[in-house]
């Protein structure tokens, strides 16, 4: 029988859940969690265990995530587009979970996951390692620079004074590079086994999902046949060439609804497509709201 503790933690889990992340679909049954980034969500999150506890069920992550135990130093890089499996917590104990929307570091991180193999602080995200985690150890000399920039962030994100969500980018920054200065071993790897193929469908999606871009488009660009890219893709991210094409569209209307006054059809028109009732439904299939309450009130 399970203790009232244990529904308390999923309940806290859930509610923290809601704010800065939220599921946008299933994959064989498991939730997918991705950032949300509107102007009423910090570009960075923290939540410490015990106090708060991660989901205990196995989840996915489509943006970066990390746990980090101050005591041993040991820092557990959580894979996007890997299953997670969130009973994990009990071994790796107290400690504090650092999330944060790609974005924060620039519109080059903006991109879908898989093209993080292209920017050097998100690199260590797109690791294979077993169980989604990748372990790796502050060495005991940095482990105060760790500490204070977690705590640099934490008072950031609770002050929430002028220019807040620079400073908590900035701390952010610093961590992220001395993160990647420990999978620096762990990057190498990655880079000489890497995806080229993913690289280049990806980069096509970003440089043509402004116009009438379709499967066979894709695969004509890349040199194969759309049957077997749809299996490629699928097979190495779980979702198709049309899903990420819709992804990429639908995150870049968030930004210009967020960003901008203009008309909910001209943003359809500026993503992609042409039918703006079309445009609606799918926002709204992927974010929950309509676009024009999504603009009126952006979603925690």
């Known amino acids: 029988m399970r203790k009232w503790g244990d529904y308390r933690q999923e309940l806290d889990y ?31 999150s923290t939540m410490r265990y015990p106090g708060s506890a991660p989901s205990r069920q196995r989840h996915i992550h489509d943006f970066p995530a990390l746990w980090y135990v101050s005591t041993t130093g040991a820092v557990h890089v959580v894979a996007a587009g890997q299953v997670v499996d969130g009973a ?11 999330f944060f929307d790609p974005g924060a570091l620039g519109d080059d991180a903006r991109a879908p996951w898989p093209v993080w193999r292209s920017h050097p602080l998100l690199y260590p995200f797109l690791h294979a390692q077993r169980d989604g985690l990748l372990e790796l150890t ?31 980018c900035a701390h952010l920054t610093l961590l992220l590079i001395d993160l990647a200065r420990l999978a620096a071993d762990v990057v190498g790897d990655l880079r000489r086994s890497g995806e080229p193929l993913l690289a280049e469908v990806f980069e096509v999606i970003d440089e043509r999902y402004a116009d009438q871009l379709s499967l066979r488009d894709v695969a004509q660009a890349v040199g ?4 077997y890219l749809t299996t490629v893709v699928r097979r190495r991210t779980g979702r198709t060439v049309q899903d990420w094409i819709l ?54």
């Open 14 to 44: 859930f509610r923290l859940m809601s704010e800065p992340t939220r599921v946008v679909r299933h994959q064989r049954g498991v939730p997918v969690y991705d950032y949300r980034s509107d102007p009423a969500t910090p570009p960075v």
């Open 88 to 98: 994990m917590i009990d071994t790796l104990g107290s400690g504090v979970g650092v």
């Open 138 to 168: 502050v060495p005991r000399a940095r482990r105060p620079l760790w500490d204070s920039t977690i705590e640099a962030i934490e008072t950031e994100l609770s002050q929430r004074q002028d220019g807040y969500r620079q400073a908590a």
């Open 224 to 227: 194969m046949t759309p049957g």
């Open 247 to 300: 992804q990429r569209r639908m995150d870049q209307a968030r930004r210009l609804l967020s960003g901008t006054d203009l008309p909910i059809a001209e943003i359809a028109r500026r993503t992609g497509v042409s039918d703006p009732g079309y445009f609606s439904r799918q926002f709204r299939r992927t974010f929950g709201t309509p676009p024009r309450a999504w603009r009126a009130s952006p979603p925690r």
